[in-house]
């Protein structure tokens, strides 16, 4: 019993393995096919989830801009003369007003 050592615990390895019994078509040709299944199977969930992926970055960025505090920022533009703003045209006669 402990005379065997590590040599009795893996089988025989030689020439009269897998060449003397030939190739095993069936299992070769089984497996291929449980791995196109699989294939076909997982490139449409690729293409489903791709997007999500692709769009990590900008989500990421818009969750990060909900966080910043707002600051206001104000219009720097200075109005030379009153005449620059448009005067609201009277309408008396309820008519519509056309700009040309």
């Given at each position: 019993?402990?005379?065997?050592?590590i040599?009795?615990?893996?089988?025989?390895?030689?020439?009269?393995?897998?060449?003397?019994?030939?190739?095993?078509?069936?299992g070769?040709?089984?497996?291929?096919?449980?791995?196109?299944?699989?294939?076909?199977?997982?490139?449409?969930?690729?293409?489903?989830?791709?997007p999500?992926?692709?769009?990590?970055?900008?989500?990421l960025?818009?969750?990060?801009?909900?966080?910043?505090?707002?600051?206001?920022?104000t219009?720097?533009?200075?109005?030379?003369?009153?005449?620059?703003?448009?005067?609201?045209?009277?309408?008396?006669?309820?008519?519509?007003?056309f700009?040309?």
């Amino acid at each position: 019993m402990f005379g065997r050592g590590i040599a009795g615990l893996f089988p025989r390895i030689g020439m009269g393995g897998a060449i003397g019994r030939g190739i095993n078509w069936m299992g070769l040709l089984n497996g291929a096919g449980r791995t196109i299944g699989f294939i076909n199977q997982a490139i449409p969930l690729y293409n489903q989830v791709r997007p999500w992926f692709s769009n990590a970055k900008t989500m990421l960025k818009i969750a990060g801009s909900l966080n910043e505090p707002q600051t206001n920022k104000t219009n720097n533009t200075k109005n030379l003369d009153n005449k620059s703003e448009l005067s609201k045209p009277t309408n008396s006669l309820n008519r519509p007003v056309f700009f040309l």
